[in-house]
C-alpha cells in the first residue's frame, strides 16, 4: 500500500479508486465502480454486493473511515465516485484494466483490485477485529469465506499466544504424561490366523 501511494499521489484516480476499496473493506471492482452520493447516509456507506444480487445482495453498512471522507470531499456530488473524465459510470472490466497499469507502474505486478478485499480482511484481523465482525464489513455470507480470506494473517502471534496457554497451564510435569485410555489401544492388533 505504502509503495502505491508513493507513485499514485492524492487527486489522482488512482488514488482515489485504491482508496475507496481499501475503506470499503475492498469492495469489489463491479461494486466500487457503483458506488457513489447515493450511497452514503448519516456518516455511513451502504451498498449491497452484486455478486449476491441472486439472493438479494447482502447488504454492507461501514462507517466511512476519515482518510475515505477526506478524498470523497472533493468529487462531484452528480456521478459515481469513479466516473470517467465525461461522468459516465466506469465498466468494471475498465477498472481492473486500469488498476493493473496502476500496479505495474508501483512496480506491483502481483497486486490486483481483488488483492486489496484480502489485504482488508487481513488488517482487520490484524486489528483484532472477531471473524464476525469481518463478515459485517466485507459482505461475506459465510464464516468459511472469511477464514479462507484471513487464514495466513496474524499466524505467528496466534502461535505465540497458544504456545503461551499451554505454558502457563496448571501442573504443567502433567502434560507429558500419556493416559492409557486415550493413546494406546488397549486391545492386541493380532494378525490373522495367530493366536
Not at 23 to 50: C, E, F, H, M, S
Not at 147 to 170: F, H, N, V, W
Request: glycine residues 8%; proline residues 4%.
Amino acid at each position: 500500500m505504502a509503495r502505491f501511494f508513493a507513485v499514485h499521489k492524492p487527486g489522482s484516480l488512482a488514488h482515489l479508486a485504491v482508496t475507496l476499496m481499501l475503506y470499503t473493506t475492498g469492495a469489489a471492482r463491479v461494486d466500487a465502480v457503483q458506488l457513489g452520493p447515493d450511497n452514503l447516509k448519516d456518516g455511513r456507506i451502504d451498498y449491497r454486493r452484486q455478486k449476491t444480487s441472486r439472493s438479494g445482495g447482502t447488504k454492507v453498512s461501514i462507517p466511512v473511515h476519515t482518510d475515505l471522507a477526506e478524498v470523497l470531499m472533493a468529487l462531484p456530488s452528480d456521478r459515481t465516485f469513479l466516473a470517467t473524465s465525461s461522468g459516465k459510470s466506469r465498466a468494471a472490466a475498465g477498472l481492473g484494466n486500469v488498476m493493473r497499469r496502476w500496479c505495474n507502474e508501483a512496480e506491483l505486478p502481483a497486486c490486483s483490485s481483488h488483492g486489496l478485499r484480502k489485504a482488508c480482511a487481513r488488517r482487520l484481523v490484524e486489528a483484532d477485529a472477531t471473524t464476525h465482525e469481518i463478515a459485517s464489513v466485507t459482505g461475506h455470507k459465510t464464516l468459511a469465506l472469511v477464514q479462507l480470506y484471513t487464514e495466513a494473517a496474524g499466524r505467528e502471534d496466534l502461535a505465540t499466544s497458544a504456545m503461551e496457554k499451554l505454558i502457563a497451564r496448571p501442573n504443567g510435569q502433567q502434560n507429558l504424561m500419556n493416559h492409557d485410555e486415550k493413546f494406546v489401544n488397549a486391545t492386541p492388533n493380532l494378525l490373522k490366523g495367530h493366536m
